[in-house]
């Protein structure tokens, strides 16, 4: 395709634009963020920080903080200035604190919001109390303060008073009431206490002051980075005596939330760190912008915790999960290298896990991710090379492997393969052996444990965990890879679509693989292409219905989802919609209606219910108006339900695609060879997909593979 104003397709929205450019940030060094953001205009800037929203990325969300126009500041605080409902505040509340060290009027006017809105209470806490001046007195823009007099002047108690201990009401009115009553200024303070019918203002709560329903309160999301600021010799007494109030009610490592997020705060004394990881080890694991001094301390904090917990805990998914959103992170903001990680992070599975890719798309931290990879690669080209024995040796020692990646390795390579085998008890966690796998040669991949026939054990084993390395998933493919190597491979979600579409095309059996297809693929257009062929083949509906009707209520609607006809859909329908509940039907009768009118649906319902006067009320009220307005409200409201797999992500599957080599990062290294420290050329390759139309992925590494090639100026 032409790259650029010539695009086959028009040209995004400004916004739509701006935000592909923020997004794609990722891909890029920490470094060059200023070049790709300041090759933007304040008006592009701004739009884009309003489309991403809180889906930023953190290295920008600093960028606009500590360098942004005004506008695209006033745009990131608007976006902020509402609580979220799910855990994961972190970032966003150090952002908030951030914007309210600017004390800049137009910011703070951002964050409060709208005064008929429920905002975040703490800020507006800090607004009108807690960040003061060299005066002492808070720091509140004239004119907001001039709007809460006249909202005082007028308002009246909207709640009962008992509603005071209740500390989300949801109801704006009573919120603000309650936030005006602590204010630092008697002139807001006391209308508002005498509003809510109290004696007096509400005093800012008293260091040192705790109660057993406070202490508990710290086990709650958001309470440990929801504050301006906060006691520090109270967080570390509470941390003393963190088991009163994580007790034994199975939670992780005895980990609680407002501690957790305190250790990560930005604003954490040093000294204050290395007392509070003395009292509670898990805070070795959080930090706002993790180093390797970070990754340094997190050994002995998982020493400390053994007697208590046992060994072993670096294994546990809990703890897997949290360090890869740390190195994650730390990757993002350039705080740490991908050597640092190989040399210094445990365990070394939840390493290896962010060395691959896993779609064709930008990842969050896609460009430290891909340096891992690189720097993974050169390892193991350095220390392994292509001995399979010690290729084996690696491989398998992996599925035990708790320290760091450069341990394993030089293990591996210094002891040999006599030395470095596990004990016979092997885990059978193999994600690690096969991110190690994706990264050998091809003919190690092709060969691991393997014999000339059938597939070995070990190969089926790692054939069913993620990622798949190209030279497995060849080898699988052969007529002769044996019985087990189809149904591993069709049921894995990591299997690339390029595999899927041979086995479509080119089957061993035109039934029985077709059959497979149906009935185990994940991708539901290869399914939709099995269907079709075995159709054509003269597979009886009844043999069909039957491996279809085992597939789940969210396949079989993707399965006559993707009907590229009306005729075809209603077809399908008559046929399948049995297996389908009232809210995936109604989805269904709105498309159909939507491209043939009701009558055809009117035709299904009758058929599938039995008869006219069993059909669903919509359909009914369709029959009786002659109208398809009833079907059309029907999948508004259907669509408007959370449905797994449908209209929600369904946390059992994986539905993005995978990449035929997992181990490449085409987009990233296109970005390192052509556009690493070259502010000329990534102004070119902003400038460029600010006016381009729609652009996949192989379309980005196209165009940055051109700017890179034309060496041009913007």
């Not at 909202?151 to 709640?159: C, H």
């Not at 002995?300 to 915790?305: F, G, Q, R």
Request: charged share 25%; net charge negative; glycine share 8%.
């Amino acid at each position: 395709m032409t790259i650029g104003a010539d695009a086959a397709t028009a040209p995004l929205s400004v916004p739509a634009a701006a935000e592909r450019v923020l997004e794609l940030t990722q891909v890029a060094r920490p470094a060059d963020l200023p070049s790709i953001l300041g090759a933007l205009t304040a008006t592009e800037l701004a739009a884009g920080v309003a489309r991403l929203g809180r889906r930023l990325p953190e290295p920008v969300v600093d960028h606009v903080i500590e360098h942004g126009p005004p506008g695209a500041r006033r745009a990131l605080a608007w976006q902020l200035r509402l609580p979220l409902r799910h855990a994961g505040v972190l970032g966003y509340d150090t952002a908030r604190r951030k914007l309210l060290r600017l004390a800049d009027p137009e910011v703070d006017r951002a964050l409060f919001g709208r005064l008929d809105q429920a905002g975040v209470n703490w800020v507006r806490a800090a607004i009108l109390r807690d960040r003061t001046g060299s005066d002492g007195a808070a720091i509140v823009p004239p004119d907001l303060r001039a709007r809460l007099v006249d909202f005082l002047g007028t308002a009246v108690l909207p709640r009962s008073p008992e509603d005071l201990a209740n500390t989300d009401t949801g109801d704006p009115d009573f919120e603000l009431l309650r936030v005006l009553a602590g204010a630092r200024d008697p002139g807001l303070a006391i209308p508002a206490a005498r509003i809510l019918g109290l004696p007096g203002p509400l005093p800012a709560r008293a260091a040192g002051w705790r109660d057993q329903t406070w202490v508990h309160g710290w086990d709650r999301p958001g309470v440990g980075s929801r504050a301006w600021s906060v006691d520090w010799e109270e967080i570390l007494e509470l941390a003393a005596g963190h088991r009163d109030v994580a007790g034994d009610r199975g939670r992780f490592l005895g980990q609680v939330k407002g501690l957790d997020e305190a250790a990560a705060r930005e604003d954490v004394p040093e000294d204050v760190r290395q007392r509070l990881l003395a009292r509670y080890p898990p805070a070795a694991w959080h930090a706002g912008a993790p180093d390797v001094s970070t990754l340094r301390r997190i050994p002995a904090a998982l020493k400390a915790l053994e007697p208590r917990w046992g060994e072993g805990v670096s294994a546990e998914p809990e703890f897997r999960y949290a360090i890869r959103l740390l190195i994650i992170r730390g990757l993002s903001l350039g705080t740490l290298t991908a050597a640092e990680v190989l040399e210094h992070a445990v365990p070394a599975g939840a390493v290896l896990d962010l060395a691959w890719r896993s779609g064709d798309g930008v990842l969050a931290a896609a460009r430290g991710r891909a340096d891992l990879a690189a720097e993974l690669r050169q390892r193991l080209r350095d220390r392994i090379g292509e001995d399979p024995w010690l290729w084996d040796a690696l491989m398998v020692r992996s599925f035990l492997w708790s320290g760091t990646v450069a341990e394993l390795v030089d293990l591996v390579a210094d002891l040999g393969p006599d030395h470095a085998m596990p004990p016979a008890e092997q885990a059978v966690d193999g994600d690690s052996a096969n991110v190690l796998l994706a990264f050998a040669p091809r003919a190690i991949a092709e060969n691991f444990g393997g014999a000339d026939d059938a597939l070995s054990p070990e190969q089926v084993f790692l054939l069913r965990r993620r990622p798949l390395a190209p030279g497995l998933v060849e080898r699988a493919l052969e007529p002769d890879a044996g019985p087990d190597a189809l149904p591993a491979l069709l049921g894995n979600p990591a299997t690339p679509t390029s595999a899927l579409l041979r086995l479509l095309e080119q089957p061993a059996d035109p039934v029985e693989t077709r059959l497979s297809l149906l009935s185990r693929c994940r991708d539901a257009d290869i399914r939709y292409a099995a269907l079709e062929e075995l159709e054509r083949q003269g597979v009886p509906w009844a043999q069909l219905r039957n491996v279809v009707k085992n597939l789940g209520e969210s396949a079989v609607y993707h399965l006559v989802d993707a009907a590229p006809t009306a005729e075809r859909l209603h077809f399908l329908l008559r046929k399948l919609g049995r297996y389908l509940g009232p809210d995936t039907l109604a989805l269904l009768y709105g498309r159909l209606a939507e491209q043939a009118g009701p009558e055809p649906v009117w035709d299904v319902a009758a058929f599938l219910a039995g008869g006219v006067q069993e059909v669903d009320p919509a359909v009914r009220a369709s029959m009786l108006g002659a109208d398809a307005e009833p079907l059309r409200q029907a999948a508004e409201a259907a669509a408007a339900r959370e449905l797994p797999g449908v209209t929600a992500l369904d946390p059992r599957t994986d539905p993005s695609p995978h990449p035929d080599d997992p181990a490449s990062w085409p987009l990233e290294e296109a970005v390192r060879r052509g556009l690493d420290g070259r502010p000329d050329r990534w102004r070119a390759a902003v400038r460029r997909l600010m006016v381009a139309g729609e652009l996949d992925y192989q379309d980005l590494v196209a165009l940055v593979d051109a700017v890179a090639a034309a060496g041009e100026e913007p």
